[in-house]
């Protein structure tokens, strides 16, 4: 298993894109997916604690953070492919995959289509099921708004529905922190991001499938993805 040009910020070419990542720490390697609409510092502090027993490895998906892409039709198969080229890549055989909200949907798509390549799977705060006709309509309506009006009103409801009304009080600087994350991605990565979600498709007849080791971690006051 290859360490070498390990670091922040890092880049590989893969499939005639530039896919940014950090890749810090030695021994048994996890691949953290962030979530919709975050880049891969949402993991920051997870990879400051983890370096020192495990490889940690984070990328920006396709079309977030430094992870331009602007022009392709987004997709968590076309997400899952690319984590795949990226541990390819890396020479990583088996990977521990650790995927928040959309990075669970990710991980599990990814898990379907490419089983052999996962040691252990951890899903936070995400789900199986796909979006029902109400939800795929409200990301839609989502998309046209944020195209008419830019994403900071979008980013503004998203904040208040994804955390505690006491987090928003009691802990301004992690909720601006978010904030700033979300607003540094284009227009074109929240509305391509949405209709990637509306567009998913189901994994939960495929979860006995699930033959590693499975840690599942949801908040306990989530609304978005509730226990």
């Known amino acids: 298993m290859s360490t070498t040009n390990q670091g922040r910020n890092l880049t590989k070419n893969i499939s005639n894109f530039t896919l940014a990542y950090d890749d810090l720490g030695e021994g048994i390697p996890i691949i953290f997916l962030h979530g919709f609409p975050f880049t891969k510092s949402m993991w920051s502090n997870q990879i400051d604690t983890l370096q020192q027993k495990y490889r940690v490895i984070a990328p920006d998906i396709r079309g977030f953070g430094n992870s331009k892409d602007d022009s392709s039709e987004l997709s968590m198969d076309l997400f899952a492919d690319d984590m795949i080229s990226l541990l390819d890549k890396l020479e990583l055989d088996k990977v521990t995959v650790c995927g928040l909200s959309m990075g669970g949907y990710i991980a599990l798509n990814a898990f379907e289509r490419y089983p052999e390549r996962f040691k252990a799977i951890i899903l936070c705060d995400t789900q199986c099921n796909a979006d029902n006709e109400e939800g795929k309509a409200k990301r839609y309506k989502s998309i ?5 009006k830019g994403t900071a009103e979008f980013t503004a409801g998203f ?6 009304p006491e987090t928003l009080t009691s802990k301004p600087e992690i909720v601006s922190e978010i904030r700033t994350m979300m607003l540094s991605n284009s227009i074109q990565a929240f509305t391509h991001g949405l209709k990637a979600l509306a567009e998913r498709k189901e994994t939960c007849s495929k979860l006995d499938q699930i033959n590693v080791p499975a840690l599942i971690i949801c908040g306990s006051d989530d609304m978005l993805t509730p226990v």
Request: no cysteine; charged share 35%.
């Open 159 to 164: 904040i208040k529905n994804a955390f505690h």
């Open 144 to 148: 046209e708004e944020i195209k008419s």
